[in-house]
């Protein structure tokens, strides 16, 4: 029974392998998602400011990166939660 199992995979993938490939997809998930939340917060900030903007004309459309990396963090912890 175990040689028709070799027989049938014989490039056997070791379990160490496939934790490592696990681990660099879950790197790659988390890297792609925080950028796609990244994005989200930046254009929400966007459109906040630039509808202030229209209301008051007074305000400019300054947005910090400080800002967007706090809205983004927001969004992914409400995400995980």
Do not use: C, H, Y
């Not at 490939?21 to 459109?47: F, H, P, Y």
């Amino acid at each position: 029974m175990s040689n028709e199992k070799d027989e049938e995979f014989p490039e056997a993938v070791s379990v160490m392998d496939l934790q490592s490939a696990l681990e660099e997809a879950n790197v790659i998930d988390t890297t792609g998602i925080r950028l796609q939340v990244v994005a989200i917060a930046k254009e929400v900030l966007e459109r906040n400011a630039a509808l202030q903007w229209e209301q008051d004309k007074t305000r400019g459309l300054t947005i910090t990166v400080d800002q967007i990396i706090s809205e983004a963090q927001k969004l992914l912890d409400f995400v995980l939660e």
